[in-house]
């Protein structure tokens, strides 16, 4: 809108001036037509000219000054405030587009999806999938609602659902303007509930088919054979609750896992002084340690090091790499674990690494280490009562905190598990403070 007023609300003089010019010039050419026709005096014609051109140059009020409806609505509804706010709230992330495919909206939870989303920009630029593409271009050029899933690969897998919705906004002027709706629905915890049950089945079933039939083979023992045996029976029911342990313990692992799973594509981001969590774990080894005849050194720096984490998940972690190394490197005597925080000023990573001085993992077995079950020697690991799944929910728990776990290991010279994390660069002060 163009408003012509100076801020009094009264048009300048010039303008004034230049509206009146026609009357004005019309007055005088009349007025000098009397005079030299009419007999009207020199005098009485300037007086005439004097009220005609003050009447026609008094200051008068804009009528248009005051923005109308249509100033405020403006000729495009999708680009009101109203309309912002409403695909800002929406829970799921949302992008508002002109019929051009150009961003108008986008909420924090689209940022966050598409980092490369700009306003005014094409959608297209930021959303490079090509399910989306197809779907965007199938409902501008049909204008009915489409859906699109597709999976987007980075920073980690998630499972999206696509709803393009186009949209017809009513304009001031009874018209209407065409816009798309795009909602993303993250479906990544439904589909992995529907992996996990699949996966569940499988090896959990396989793992406590063992410890099971051994249960029910000493029931038939003592209630037969052995009955009056109270000796035998005695040693039946050592075995019988060893037995019920390491089912309790893997349904205590495989749940752990499912959880750390569900919630793999959510980063924590709470603050956690790693520093007390490896002391705590390292205090409540100490009993397996001794068991087992290893020293465990800790290596930690004096100030704390901080990481973005959930400490819960930090200390299973942690127990998990610690007893390894006391169950299957207990020849070895020593287990150190220390920890390393970069410089300051350097994004690098924070480091943990526990290493053991036993019989270390033969290369062929390193790659596959991480996976659910796998175990280098599956006798010694259930007779440590392991279940096989330590490291996979070690992988787990660093894969959701954004970090990697390099294994190294010489065989006969011990294998060393670092659980590497990104670095915060937050200055110290404020992650003390934020510390749980
Ligand atoms: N420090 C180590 N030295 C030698 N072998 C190791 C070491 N850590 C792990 N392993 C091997 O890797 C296998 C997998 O370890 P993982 O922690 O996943 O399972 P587990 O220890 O057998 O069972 P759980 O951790 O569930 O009790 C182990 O069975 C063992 O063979
Ligand atoms: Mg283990």
């Known amino acids: 809108?163009?408003?012509?007023?100076?801020?009094?609300?009264?048009?300048?003089?010039?303008?004034?001036?230049?509206?009146?010019?026609?009357?004005?010039?019309?007055?005088?050419?009349?007025?000098?037509?009397?005079?030299?026709f009419g007999g009207l005096t020199l005098t009485q014609a300037g007086l005439i000219f004097l009220v005609i051109a003050g009447a026609a140059l008094v200051p008068w009020h804009l009528h248009q000054s005051v923005p109308t409806t249509e100033d405020m609505i403006g000729a495009r509804p999708a680009e009101t405030p109203v309309v912002q706010a409403l695909v800002g709230g929406m829970p799921d992330a949302a992008v508002l587009l002109d019929r051009a495919g150009r961003v108008l909206h986008f909420n924090t939870a689209a940022a966050q999806l598409a980092p490369a989303l700009r306003r005014n920009e094409l959608a297209l630029f930021a959303l490079r999938s090509p399910e989306i593409i197809a779907a965007l271009r199938e409902a501008i050029a049909t204008r009915?609602?489409?859906?699109?899933?597709?999976?987007?690969?980075?920073?980690?897998?998630?499972?999206?659902?696509?709803?393009?919705?186009?949209?017809?906004?009513?304009?001031?002027?009874?018209?209407?303007?065409?816009?798309?709706?795009?909602?993303f629905q993250d479906q990544t915890p439904l589909r992995r509930v529907?992996?996990?049950r699949a996966d569940f089945v499988a090896n959990a079933s396989h793992e406590l088919r063992t410890p099971l039939a051994a249960l029910s083979g000493f029931i038939d023992t003592l209630q037969g054979p052995a009955r009056e045996d109270p000796k035998a029976r005695e040693r039946f029911l050592g075995i019988m609750h060893a037995q019920a342990t390491r089912m309790a313990r893997l349904i205590d692992d495989l749940l752990s896992l499912s959880r750390v799973e569900l919630s793999a594509h959510?980063?924590?981001?709470?603050?956690?002084?790693?520093?007390?969590?490896?002391?705590?774990?390292?205090?409540?080894?100490?009993?397996?340690?001794?068991?087992?005849q290893v020293v465990i050194d800790v290596e930690l720096p004096q100030e704390p090091v901080v990481v973005a984490g959930d400490s819960e998940e930090l200390l299973r972690l942690l127990e998990n790499l610690i007893e390894n190394g006391l169950k299957y490197g207990a020849s070895g005597g020593r287990v150190v674990v220390s920890l390393t925080d970069p410089a300051?000023?350097?994004?690098?990573?924070?480091?943990l690494a526990v290493r053991d001085f036993g019989p270390g993992i033969a290369p062929e077995h390193l790659p596959r280490l991480t996976e659910r079950f796998y175990r280098v020697d599956v006798g010694d690991s259930r007779a440590q009562g392991g279940t096989g799944?330590?490291?996979?929910?070690?992988?787990?728990?660093?894969?959701?905190?954004?970090?990697?776990?390099?294994?190294?290991?010489?065989?006969?010279?011990?294998?060393?598990?670092?659980?590497?994390?990104?670095?915060?660069?937050?200055?110290?002060?404020?992650?003390?403070?934020?510390?749980?």
């Not at 809108?1 to 010019?21: C, V």
């Not at 390099?406 to 011990?414: A, W």
């Open 1 to 36: 809108m163009t408003i012509t007023s100076s801020n009094s609300g009264f048009a300048p003089w010039s303008d004034r001036l230049r509206r009146s010019a026609i009357i004005l010039i019309a007055t005088a050419l009349g007025l000098v037509a009397s005079v030299v």
């Open 144 to 183: 009915q609602p489409q859906r699109a899933s597709y999976v987007d690969r980075v920073p980690v897998d998630r499972w999206m659902e696509l709803i393009v919705t186009p949209l017809s906004l009513p304009t001031a002027f009874g018209g209407s303007e065409y816009c798309i709706l795009m909602t």
């Open 194 to 196: 529907e992996e996990m």
């Open 266 to 292: 959510v980063r924590p981001e709470k603050l956690v002084d790693v520093v007390p969590l490896v002391r705590q774990v390292v205090d409540g080894l100490e009993p397996l340690a001794s068991e087992r």
């Open 344 to 351: 300051p000023a350097d994004a690098g990573e924070v480091r």
């Open 389 to 436: 799944l330590g490291l996979s929910l070690v992988k787990h728990i660093l894969n959701r905190h954004r970090g990697r776990l390099l294994i190294e290991s010489v065989p006969n010279h011990g294998a060393t598990f670092t659980a590497c994390f990104p670095s915060t660069k937050t200055p110290i002060s404020e992650k003390i403070s934020a510390k749980e």
